[in-house]
């Protein structure tokens, strides 16, 4: 099994993207599928502080409005990377997964939500900001969503494989938080 390291989300952000470069970055929100060939993409396993499992995308689905679950948190199978994207000029980053090419999405301000993938179009609903919580391990974050002000969470506080990611009021329940890790080898080129 590859060494995780876990990295500050505020410091993984902002070198990921010095990283990428400013070429890269023209592209990181279009919504081709695939990237542009050897464009360097750095990716990330998301795993939730309650159920020590990862965000994936159920059965490697490329459907648009596929429901986002928890998973096996050290399967780094490609539906379970998620990269971070920065658009221009925007306080927030998208999540999108490497498998379907498609954006963490909430469509609704509603408590209880769904947090879906969708093609990437750089709009409000796709843009997330990290938040600590006092009290909170530091290595995990809020990701809370700039559309509806709502947090993401595992519904229920399940912790099985499988339950359902949605959106959620504040809360300081460990199913809200998060931590982004960067195995080895998920740094490629594209």
Request: hydrophobic share 40%; net charge positive; proline share 6%.
């Amino acid at each position: 099994m590859p060494r995780k390291r876990t990295l500050a989300v505020a410091a993984l952000i902002g070198t990921t993207f010095l990283a990428a470069g400013t070429a890269a970055m023209a592209d990181v929100w279009a919504p081709e599928s695939p990237p542009f060939h050897g464009t360097k993409r750095f990716y990330h396993i998301i795993e939730n502080l309650h159920s020590g499992l990862g965000l994936g995308v159920p059965g490697a689905s490329t459907d648009n409005g596929t429901q986002i679950i928890q998973w096996n948190g050290v399967n780094v199978a490609m539906n379970n990377q998620w990269e971070i994207v920065r658009p221009a000029a925007s306080p927030g980053f998208m999540l999108r997964n490497r498998w379907s090419r498609q954006c963490l999405t909430v469509h609704s301000k509603t408590v209880g939500a769904p947090v879906v993938q969708e093609p990437c179009q750089n709009s409000i609903n796709q843009q997330w900001v990290t938040e600590k919580v006092n009290g909170i391990d530091p290595h995990f974050v809020a990701f809370k969503n700039l559309h509806s002000g709502l947090d993401m969470v595992v519904d229920n506080a399940s912790t099985a494989l499988g339950a359902k990611v949605i959106q959620w009021s504040r809360t300081t329940a460990p199913n809200a938080f998060f931590n982004i890790t960067a195995p080895v080898g998920l740094q490629v080129t594209d």
